[in-house]
């Protein structure tokens, strides 16, 4: 079936990974796993340029999603020109790259101007101290207009993959993205109690191997129909693609 990648990056990655990730194995990677579209980062708030520029190339097989580190002196201005002009979609957070809490007041500004676009807000979870799930409850529970895509529900500890859970049940626009997350028994547990429409597939790219977060959904051992929904039709439902 097809597949939607509602996690992946673009760019250079030093530092501590020492990779890069660039459109020509992006474009391999879709076509070798039946990938019909990516939301696509950098790779990191500095790196929304590099999304673009593959935006701009490949514009049938991306959807652009912009990183920013909130309380910057441009950060506003960048995702309103991003969203109004050149064609971005979502918002992408990332506590634990950046340095701030979640549920900080200066990520506020984010998601008021998050809601006056209509998009919706990508945030990284599941590393203390930063980006935490019940922290990202506190935001959703404030701005609870503004769909937010927990990416890693959790991540890879299992007191948080369930704290994600609980978190998502609690809040209504609360959605849990799969990469990274390890734990099949708990996608289909979020599939059957958190909402067969609030699960999205996710390979958070190129840190994880798409065959590995392709199969992690087939482990759930959910019927063909909800396969459907966590590898595509969820996540067209919440762009309208």
């Known amino acids: 079936m097809k597949i939607i990648d509602a996690h992946s990056h673009i760019g250079n990655f030093g530092s501590w990974a020492r990779f890069d ?19 696509l980062t950098g790779a990191g708030c500095h790196d929304n340029a590099s999304v673009m520029d593959a935006f701009q190339k490949a514009p049938e097989l991306l959807v652009p999603v912009a990183w920013v580190k909130p309380g910057g002196p441009d950060a506003l201005a960048e995702i309103r020109r991003l969203v109004e002009q050149d064609g971005f979609r979502a918002i992408k957070l990332h506590p634990l790259f950046d340095a701030y809490c979640a549920d900080d007041a200066v990520v506020d500004p984010v998601l008021d101007l998050a809601e006056e676009l209509r998009v919706p807000l990508f945030i990284h979870s599941g590393h203390p101290p930063f980006s935490l799930p019940w922290q990202i409850a506190w935001l959703a529970e404030r701005h609870p207009h503004v769909p937010i895509v927990m990416l890693h529900m959790g991540h890879a500890h299992g007191v948080y993959v369930d704290a994600a859970l609980k978190t998502a049940r609690r809040c209504p626009n609360i959605y849990l993205d799969t990469s990274g997350s390890p734990m099949s028994v708990k996608i289909r547990e979020a599939y059957e109690t958190v909402g067969a429409d609030r699960v999205l597939f996710g390979i958070d790219s190129p840190f994880h191997e798409p065959s590995v977060e392709i199969e992690k959904i087939r482990a759930t051992h959910l019927p063909e129909d909800a396969l459907r929904r966590i590898y595509h039709d969820n996540a067209a439902s919440l762009f309208g693609l």
């Open 21 to 39: 990730f660039d459109l020509v194995r992006l474009r391999e990677q879709m076509e070798e796993f039946n990938i019909e579209k990516t939301f």
